[in-house]
C-alpha cells in the first residue's frame, strides 16, 4: 500500500511539473474513486460468481459517476479486454434497466443511438434474462465491440443513478446524460447556456471544457442559477490567455481539468457550500460568480498558475472579483 501511495505522489509531482495527467503516466495506477459506503451508488454491483470482474465493474461505476474521463477510459479498456469482464458490466447493467423500467424499453434495444453491440446483447437478454448468453455474445465480439458495449452500460448506469429520484424516460433523460452535460441528441460537449440574466436554454453551446466543468459543478453542487453566456465567454477568453499554449492548450485542458477535480473534491464542495450557490442571494460570504459553471476552471487556474490567471484576468476584467475567488479558495485549504 505505502509503494502504490508513494508512487502516486512521485507521479503527480511529474504531473505538476509538467502539466501531464499521472493516470496517462502510469496507466496501473488510477485515482481513489471509491463510492460503497457514501451513498452515491443507487444499483449494487452483484459479485457472485466472479469477484475480480466484478470488482472492476464497480471502480468503473464509481470513476463514471465522478466523471472521471482518465479512470473511465482505462478501466474500460481493462473491461473490454476480456468477455467475462464485460460481461459482467454489461449483464448487470442490463438487469439495473430491466428492473428500473419493468423489463429492457425498445429504445434501448433497437434505437440506433445505442452502439450495435449494446444492442444486440440487451435484445438478447430481454428475450432470454440470461447472463450466459450474454456471456456468449461477449465471448463471440471483438475487443473493440465489447468496449463499445461496455460503454454503452457505463453511460445508462450513470444515468439511471443520476435520475434515480426522478421519473427517468428512456432514452430521454439517458440520451442527456452522464451527467446532464449534453444537448440535443446526446451530444456529450454542448451545455444549454441563457442570453440573459434569468432565461435558460437559449444558446447551445458547444465546448468540452465547459461541459466538463458542467459536470464538476453539478456533482459538487447541483445547477447555477446563472447559465450566462456573456460570463461564460469573458472567463473562458481568459482561461484561454492563462495557459501557455493558448487556444491549443484549451483543446487539451479538459483532462487537466478533470483531474483537477478529482483530487480536490472535498475543496470544491466546501467551496460551493460556503460561498456559492448555497449562500443565499446576498448574504454575507456569497460570491456571485461562484454561481457558474465557469468557476471551476478559475479554481484551477488558481490552484496550478495562479500568477499566469491573475495578469489574464487584470487585462480584461475587474480584479476584486478575482481576488474575492482567490481568497475563498485559499480558505478551504486553510480549514483541511
Same mark, same amino acid.
Given at each position: 500500500?505505502?509503494?502504490?501511495?508513494?508512487?502516486?505522489?512521485?507521479?503527480?509531482?511529474?504531473?505538476?511539473?509538467?502539466?501531464?495527467?499521472? +493516470?496517462?503516466?502510469?496507466?496501473?495506477?488510477?485515482?481513489?474513486?471509491?463510492?460503497?459506503?457514501?451513498?452515491?451508488?443507487?444499483?449494487?454491483?452483484?459479485?457472485?460468481?466472479?469477484?475480480?470482474?466484478?470488482?472492476?465493474?464497480?471502480?468503473?461505476?464509481?470513476?463514471?459517476?465522478?466523471?472521471?474521463?482518465?479512470?473511465?477510459?482505462?478501466?474500460?479498456?481493462?473491461?473490454?479486454?476480456?468477455? /467475462?469482464? +464485460?460481461?459482467?458490466?454489461?449483464?448487470?447493467?442490463?438487469?439495473?434497466?430491466?428492473?428500473?423500467?419493468?423489463?429492457?424499453?425498445? /429504445?434501448?434495444?433497437?434505437?440506433?443511438?445505442?452502439?450495435?453491440?449494446?444492442?444486440? *446483447?440487451?435484445?438478447?437478454?430481454?428475450? +432470454?434474462?440470461?447472463?450466459?448468453?450474454?456471456?456468449?455474445?461477449?465471448?463471440?465480439?471483438?475487443?473493440?465491440?465489447?468496449?463499445?458495449?461496455?460503454?454503452?452500460?457505463?453511460?445508462?448506469?450513470?444515468?439511471?443513478?443520476?435520475?434515480?429520484?426522478?421519473?427517468?424516460?428512456?432514452?430521454? /433523460?439517458?440520451?442527456?446524460?452522464?451527467?446532464?452535460?449534453?444537448?440535443?441528441?446526446?451530444?456529450?460537449?454542448?451545455?444549454?447556456?441563457?442570453?440573459?440574466?434569468?432565461?435558460?436554454?437559449?444558446?447551445?453551446?458547444?465546448?468540452?471544457?465547459?461541459?466538463?466543468?458542467?459536470?464538476?459543478?453539478?456533482?459538487?453542487?447541483?445547477?447555477?442559477?446563472?447559465?450566462?453566456?456573456?460570463?461564460?465567454?469573458?472567463?473562458?477568453?481568459?482561461?484561454?490567455?492563462?495557459?501557455?499554449?493558448?487556444?491549443?492548450?484549451?483543446?487539451?485542458?479538459?483532462?487537466?481539468?478533470?483531474?483537477?477535480?478529482?483530487?480536490?473534491?472535498?475543496?470544491?464542495?466546501?467551496?460551493?457550500?460556503?460561498?456559492?450557490?448555497?449562500?443565499?442571494?446576498?448574504?454575507?460570504?456569497?460570491?456571485?460568480?461562484?454561481?457558474?459553471?465557469?468557476?471551476?476552471?478559475?479554481?484551477?487556474?488558481?490552484?496550478?498558475?495562479?500568477?499566469?490567471?491573475?495578469?489574464?484576468?487584470?487585462?480584461?476584467?475587474?480584479?476584486?472579483?478575482?481576488?474575492? *475567488?482567490?481568497?475563498?479558495?485559499?480558505?478551504?485549504?486553510?480549514?483541511?
Amino acid at each position: 500500500m505505502t509503494s502504490g501511495h508513494a508512487r502516486k505522489n512521485r507521479v503527480r509531482r511529474d504531473q505538476d511539473r509538467t502539466g501531464a495527467s499521472y +493516470t496517462s503516466v502510469d496507466a496501473a495506477t488510477l485515482h481513489d474513486h471509491d463510492h460503497s459506503t457514501d451513498g452515491m451508488r443507487v444499483f449494487s454491483v452483484p459479485y457472485v460468481g466472479k469477484p475480480a470482474e466484478a470488482q472492476l465493474a464497480a471502480r468503473l461505476y464509481d470513476a463514471a459517476l465522478d466523471g472521471c474521463r482518465a479512470c473511465r477510459t482505462s478501466l474500460l479498456d481493462r473491461i473490454a479486454a476480456t468477455a /467475462d469482464a +464485460t460481461a459482467c458490466l454489461v449483464a448487470w447493467v442490463c438487469l439495473a434497466a430491466s428492473e428500473t423500467f419493468g423489463g429492457l424499453p425498445e /429504445d434501448l434495444t433497437d434505437n440506433s443511438w445505442l452502439p450495435a453491440p449494446w444492442r444486440e *446483447i440487451a435484445t438478447a437478454y430481454e428475450r +432470454t434474462l440470461s447472463p450466459e448468453t450474454v456471456a456468449d455474445l461477449c465471448a463471440a465480439m471483438t475487443a473493440e465491440q465489447r468496449h463499445e458495449a461496455a460503454g454503452a452500460a457505463t453511460d445508462i448506469v450513470v444515468a439511471l443513478t443520476h435520475h434515480s429520484g426522478s421519473d427517468v424516460q428512456a432514452p430521454g /433523460d439517458i440520451r442527456y446524460c452522464p451527467v446532464c452535460g449534453g444537448g440535443e441528441d446526446g451530444h456529450p460537449h454542448e451545455v444549454y447556456l441563457a442570453s440573459e440574466p434569468g432565461v435558460w436554454g437559449i444558446v447551445m453551446v458547444t465546448d468540452p471544457v465547459l461541459a466538463a466543468a458542467s459536470r464538476v459543478y453539478q456533482q459538487a453542487v447541483g445547477d447555477p442559477e446563472n447559465r450566462g453566456v456573456d460570463l461564460y465567454e469573458a472567463i473562458r477568453s481568459v482561461i484561454v490567455a492563462s495557459l501557455p499554449e493558448g487556444e491549443a492548450g484549451y483543446e487539451a485542458y479538459p483532462v487537466r481539468l478533470e483531474d483537477f477535480a478529482v483530487r480536490h473534491r472535498e475543496r470544491l464542495q466546501d467551496l460551493f457550500v460556503r460561498y456559492g450557490p448555497e449562500t443565499p442571494v446576498g448574504g454575507p460570504g456569497r460570491i456571485d460568480l461562484l454561481d457558474h459553471f465557469m468557476s471551476v476552471p478559475l479554481c484551477e487556474r488558481l490552484d496550478s498558475a495562479r500568477t499566469a490567471l491573475e495578469q489574464a484576468w487584470n487585462r480584461a476584467l475587474p480584479p476584486a472579483a478575482l481576488q474575492e *475567488i482567490a481568497a475563498a479558495w485559499d480558505s478551504t485549504r486553510e480549514g483541511r
